[in-house]
């Protein structure tokens, strides 16, 4: 021991070595780290070899004094099974007769750098060829690998030759990998299962699902928690499953690879129900849970430990202090009545965003806020800085954006509207853009852009302007610009295709003659048995390709000349209607006020300032028959 310190003092790289030893043991990692330490070496230093593998198995209950059974070599195949793996009371243990010594250099594996792992059961085990690993073939490769691979298990307290069916196969292809090459170097990790056990089915504890609260995600894109959305209506439409009870259940056993029987835990049981339901909620049970669906549209509602399904609901306000945001399903039967009707205050708060099928306002929208429903009442104003959105849409005073199909307004004060079809019952600034637009007082300063019609009762300012567009709504505006570019394009694509068949119509007439010769004179060969010079045959194989080309050119051509016409005609239909679009003031007119009409083919527009007290009721866009130039005019209906 002296000498070896004395070396490693003189030569920093010599590694202190043991005497090899020979025990028994059922431990192998555990007797390596028990020789390092007696010997004062690092265990990663220590090699063994494996003399004997002794298995035994027995049946009976831990503690339980039954002998243990060897089994032969051709005997390890009855321990997979099952039936025994499964049954608790069967045990497996293995002895081996290692011999540990120092690792030395020179092993031809040295190359080959293995790990082993498992999954958290150990029921499956792999070993891992790291990347970069490199190995040349040699007569014992296959012999050493699998000793190799079964010193990886046994490091890793793992059984060899038992539960390691997947095993010889899977060390069977990298050796025929390696065989094949002669010389390999692993450029990517390669993962190979070496062991695999009885995987067990887990037990299934009790659960509670509330998939209804689930819909009510309160975090914004950053993932932080929107303390304005907290869930104060939860909706819920038909046939929707709303809660589901999981049932606890056992799981299976199992048996890892290194034979323990991997007995299932006990359930818990923590969530049973507890609770009712209203008719208004299906219940259907099965062996593995319970399903409460919705039989009708609503939001949920648990009172006195009972669910029910309702459709109206009435609250004073709501504000971040009270409710919170509401977000319910548009398809969900709900009616909301928002109660607070004090001019002085907001029923629907600031920066509130309010989603439902139905809702009655009796008060002001504040700044910044959002509903949307299908039908809604407004009763008070709704702030400049407000939207609201519905199909069936009455407000009294408008200030902020209205959008729906059909909007009725009592007052307008410098808001804005789009929607399909617009009633307003007075006017003092403002924008309004939709199909149809009917106005009982017009103030001053109110844009109108409509596509068919805009009606006047009576105009009590001016400064108004009465624009007649094809277009009125941006989804409209997007519609015509991708319309527009495709027609450009297959205008383009129609005249070169043209150009290609005009191209080939001339070439063939020009030639059609030297044709007709070519035809006669193969006629004649064939007929007196001479062949064809090659130079003849040629020219006449070519003036057949263009014939075939042409014909090929003339369907693409028509394929085009439909796609214009289609897309022509698309176009045109966006102000076919323009002609018949009128604006019609049922009073005089009074102040400064111009009618335009805008038109899409030719980009024009054409304007008109009706002359002050003058009468004229209905005016509508006229075109020239001779000159086809445009201009407003006075018609009679």
């Known amino acids: 021991m002296a000498l070896m310190k004395s070396s490693e003092t003189e030569d920093n790289e010599a590694v202190k070595t ?39 198995t027995r049946i009976g209950p831990e503690g339980k004094e039954v002998e243990w059974e060897e089994l032969a070599s051709d005997e390890l195949a009855q321990i997979n099974d099952k039936e025994s793996l499964l049954n608790p009371e069967f045990q497996i243990r293995q002895m081996y007769e290692i011999e540990i010594f120092s690792k030395s250099e020179g092993d031809p594996l040295d190359g080959m750098d293995l ?32 000793e190799l691979a079964n010193k990886k298990k046994l490091r890793a307290n793992l059984l060899i030759d038992v539960l390691d069916a997947p095993m010889h196969d899977a060390l069977a292809g990298i050796v025929a990998k390696v065989r094949v090459n002669q010389d390999v170097t692993f450029e ?35 993932g932080r928690i929107d303390y304005s959305k907290r869930g104060f209506m939860l909706s819920v439409v038909q046939d929707e499953l709303l809660m589901e009870y999981i049932k606890p259940k056992i799981g299976d056993p199992g048996r890892s690879c290194r034979g323990e029987f991997l007995a299932p835990k006990e359930p818990i049981v923590s969530n049973e129900p507890n609770f009712t339901v209203t008719d208004k909620i299906a219940v259907q049970e099965s062996d593995e849970k319970i399903e409460y669906i919705a039989k009708e549209s609503g939001y949920i509602k648990y009172e006195n430990n009972v669910y029910d399904i309702a459709t ?41 965003e309010v989603e439902v099928n139905e809702i009655n306002i009796d008060g002001n929208i504040g700044p910044n806020a959002t509903v949307k429903a299908k039908k809604a009442v407004v009763e008070g104003q ?23 199909k059909n909007v009725s307004v009592t007052r307008l004060e410098h808001g804005t509207v789009i929607a399909d079809s617009v009633k307003i019952t007075q006017a003092t600034g ?63 694509q129609f005249s070169d295709i043209e150009k290609e068949v005009n191209k080939l119509e001339v070439l063939l007439k020009q030639n059609e003659r030297a044709y007709q010769d070519m035809k006669k004179r193969m006629l004649q060969y064939k007929k007196s048995g001479v062949k064809m010079p090659t130079a003849f045959v040629q020219k006449y194989k070519q003036f057949q390709e263009h014939q075939k080309q042409l014909e090929k050119y003339k369907a ?20 076919s209607d323009i002609l018949n679009a009128r604006v019609i003031n049922k009073g005089r007119w009074r102040g400064h006020n111009e009618i335009i009409f805008k038109l899409i083919e030719p980009e024009i527009e054409v304007s008109y300032v009706p002359p002050e007290g003058s009468e004229g009721n209905i005016l509508a866009l006229c075109q020239d028959e001779e000159t086809g130039v445009y201009s407003i005019q006075v018609v009679d209906k």
């Open 18 to 56: 043991i005497k090899p030893v020979v025990v028994r043991t059922d431990n192998v990692a555990k007797e390596l780290m028990y020789v390092a330490t007696t010997q004062d070496v690092p265990v990663a230093s220590l090699d063994f070899n494996l003399l004997e593998t002794q298995t035994f």
């Open 115 to 146: 790990s082993i792992g498992a999954n958290a059961v150990k029921t499956r085990i792999f070993l891992t060829i790291k990347a970069g690993s490199h190995v040349v073939f040699y007569d014992n490769f296959e012999k050493d690998l699998h």
């Open 188 to 222: 990517e990790k390669e993962m190979i299962q070496v062991g695999q056990g009885l995987d067990p089915v887990p037990t299934i504890n009790d659960k509670m699902i509330l998939h209804y609260e689930k819909k009510s995600e309160n975090k914004d894109e950053s």
């Open 312 to 352: 109206e609901m009435e609250i004073t306000e709501i504000s971040f202090k009270t409710t919170g945001s509401i977000d319910t399903q548009m398809d969900a039967d709900v009616s909301l009545n928002v109660k607070e009707s004090d001019a002085m205050k907001d029923a629907i708060g600031q920066g509130m």
């Open 382 to 404: 709704i702030h400049q800085s407000a939207t609201i959105e519905a199909d069936d849409l009455k407000i009294n005073v408008h200030k902020g954006m209205a959008k729906g």
């Open 430 to 492: 403002g924008k309004v853009m939709a199909k149809d637009i009917a106005v009982d007082l017009l103030g001053s300063h109110v844009t109108l852009t409509a596509r068919n019609t805009i009606e006047i009762e009576k105009i009590t300012g001016s400064e108004n302007q009465f624009i007649i567009t094809p277009v009125v709504m941006e989804n409209g505006k997007e519609a015509l610009s991708e319309n527009e570019k495709k027609l450009v394009e297959a205008k383009k």
């Open 556 to 575: 693409e051509y028509a394929q085009k000349e439909e796609r214009l016409n289609l897309l022509s005609a698309k176009h045109n239909a966006f102000q």
